[in-house]
């Protein structure tokens, strides 16, 4: 079970002294892997991950407690080049986040050569007078011959004192010498959070993440994109807890896939998340999912608003 912020009725203890704190924004490209190394550092599933580039589109807090230091990892959505209404929210607000955190870790993907993307991140992050450490991901998938990729990112930070850090966010290989830097790098300063919590977001927020999960896993083309998913309800009895959420689409058309075949799909995202929400709750679990056709949501930011995407202004 993880210790949501609706769960938490913690005190917070006064920190040791030489306790070091602060907040750390994990930054880059889409799919680099900032999801997926949130989880392994705090060591519980908060962030959803998935091969589809764009999954996280909210910026969501993990906090790592030890005896000496307290890390409060902000996970951002990748930056790129927005599209349309909710693209322009997602950049706008990882750029407030470099500017609100402590310190940046800024994630590539090191099993291809850095790309325009991370050149544009790059170049952002040197404006901002946050400070930054390089960490490359996935070594896990690096060829022997490794050098050329690595030069590549290394270049970019040509002009920098950056730090650099490999790891490999699947294996675990180097994160705790990651996490370790990290922790050198902060001030000393105070718990922000109680020692046991390891979110800011309530239950029903990862809830609603766990259903639009599966469908970035089984749906394809552009259906995960234009997906939203509100908790409508939620019933608590002592054997099980209920959980009734709409999936909201922009089409039909949309909403004919999310079904499938005689209510195939739907039942099948429907049984995978029932499980991941069963893990996180750490209890039995009903789901029951129904599918809402919301035309142009995402280029309305009173709709955006509603579905829950902050617009930090
Ligand atoms: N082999 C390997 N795969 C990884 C590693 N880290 C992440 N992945 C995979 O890369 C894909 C993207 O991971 P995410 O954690 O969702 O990436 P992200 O940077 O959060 O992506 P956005 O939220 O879209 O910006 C997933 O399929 C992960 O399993 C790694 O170290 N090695
Ligand atoms: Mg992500």
């Given at each position: 079970m993880i210790n949501a912020m609706n769960k938490a009725q913690f005190t917070i203890p006064i920190a040791p002294k030489n306790f070091k704190s602060g907040f750390v924004g994990i930054i880059g490209r889409p799919n680099v892997g900032k999801s997926t190394l949130m989880n392994k550092l705090i060591g519980q599933k908060i962030a959803i991950t998935s091969p589809v580039a764009q999954t996280t589109r909210n910026r969501l807090q993990g906090i790592l407690t030890t005896p000496t230091f307290q890390i409060i990892f902000v996970d951002t959505p990748g930056i790129h080049k927005p599209h349309h209404e909710l693209g322009k929210v997602l950049v706008k607000n990882a750029k407030a986040a470099i500017n609100s955190v402590d310190l940046v870790l800024f994630v590539v993907d090191s099993?291809?050569?850095?790309?325009?993307?991370?050149?544009?991140?790059?170049?952002?992050?040197?404006?901002?007078?946050?400070?930054?450490?390089?960490?490359?991901?996935?070594?896990?998938?690096?060829?022997?011959?490794?050098?050329?990729?690595?030069?590549?990112?290394?270049?970019?930070?040509?002009?920098?004192?950056?730090?650099?850090?490999?790891?490999?966010?699947?294996?675990?290989?180097?994160?705790?010498?990651?996490?370790?830097?990290?922790?050198?790098?902060?001030?000393?300063?105070?718990?922000?959070?109680?020692?046991?919590?390891?979110?800011?977001?309530?239950?029903?927020?990862?809830?609603?993440?766990?259903?639009?999960?599966?469908?970035?896993?089984?749906?394809?083309?552009?259906?995960?994109?234009?997906?939203?998913i509100t908790i409508e309800k939620i019933e608590e009895t002592p054997k099980i807890t209920k959980v009734f959420a709409a999936i909201n689409v922009e089409r039909n058309s949309q909403k004919g896939i999310i079904i499938g075949n005689k209510g195939s799909m739907l039942k099948q995202i429907g049984s995978e998340a029932r499980q991941q929400i069963q893990k996180l709750i750490a209890g039995k679990v009903y789901l029951e999912l129904f599918v809402k056709v919301e035309p142009k949501w995402r280029q309305s930011r009173l709709r955006l608003a509603e579905f829950g995407y902050r617009v930090e202004e």
């Open positions: 099993s291809t050569p850095a790309g325009g993307g991370d050149l544009f991140i790059g170049e952002l992050l040197q404006h901002s007078k946050t400070s930054v450490i390089l960490g490359l991901n996935k070594i896990d998938l690096q060829p022997k011959n490794h050098q050329v990729l690595d030069d590549s990112y290394l270049q970019l930070i040509d002009t920098t004192n950056w730090s650099v850090v490999k790891f490999s966010a699947t294996t675990g290989e180097g994160t705790e010498t990651l996490q370790n830097i990290l922790a050198e790098n902060l001030e000393t300063g105070p718990y922000y959070y109680p020692p046991d919590l390891v979110t800011d977001q309530p239950e029903r927020f990862i809830m609603a993440e766990l259903i639009r999960e599966q469908i970035l896993l089984q749906t394809r083309q552009e259906i995960p994109h234009s997906v939203a």
